[in-house]
């Protein structure tokens, strides 16, 4: 088809809008970039002046803060755990409620308890190491819900098991809400 003129061009009736449908928007964060919708990133809050918003949720990165069945902080969350202090630190008016969350794997009443331990060691944390104060953070354990991944039905100590405890790895995580 040839080029349109300048005068056909002018009176076209078809009007061309970009192709945006496949551009996702950023959160409050920025951009996304494997990041999941509706949750800040940590390092751009960091890099913003002045206090954070109220409802402002953050859910800490994906390199886990904890093993399967466990409360107990990994080596790796420490630098995490760091910046997530010095952000505390930079809003002293704000209150910060850390969420704990779990997979579906076992009882519901082991899993609101673990989901309540891993907050707690998240606190522990910040207000031992970090020396943040004890009544800036508020500690919430939810258990196995608001699952990030869908659970699937699965035979206890079979491979498939093995592969569902991998594969619900998100669902067990921390979330900060200002």
Do not use: C, H, W
């Not at 005068?7 to 951009?31: C, V």
């Not at 390092?43 to 990165?61: A, V």
């Not at 069945?69 to 010095?86: A, C, E, F, N």
């Amino acid at each position: 088809q040839p080029a349109l003129t300048g005068t056909e061009l002018a009176t076209t009736t078809t009007i061309k809008k970009p192709n945006t449908f496949n551009k996702l928007p950023g959160d409050s964060s920025g951009p996304t970039r494997n990041k999941v919708s509706g949750y800040a990133d940590l390092d751009s809050l960091l890099s913003q002046k002045g206090p954070l918003g109220s409802g402002t949720k953050l859910r800490m990165p994906d390199d886990q803060l904890f093993g399967y069945d466990s409360s107990d902080l990994q080596p790796s969350s420490i630098s995490q755990l760091q910046k997530l202090g010095t952000l505390i630190k930079r809003n002293p008016k704000a209150t910060f409620s850390v969420e704990g969350y779990t997979d579906s794997l076992g009882s519901p009443d082991y899993n609101l308890d673990l989901s309540q331990r891993r907050a707690d060691s998240v606190k522990e944390y910040l207000v031992n190491v970090m020396g943040i104060n004890p009544a800036q953070i508020e500690t919430r354990g939810y258990g196995a819900s608001k699952f990030l991944v869908a659970p699937r039905p699965v035979i206890a100590n079979s491979p498939e098991e093995q592969m569902e405890i991998e594969r619900q790895r998100p669902n067990r995580r921390v979330v900060i809400v200002v």
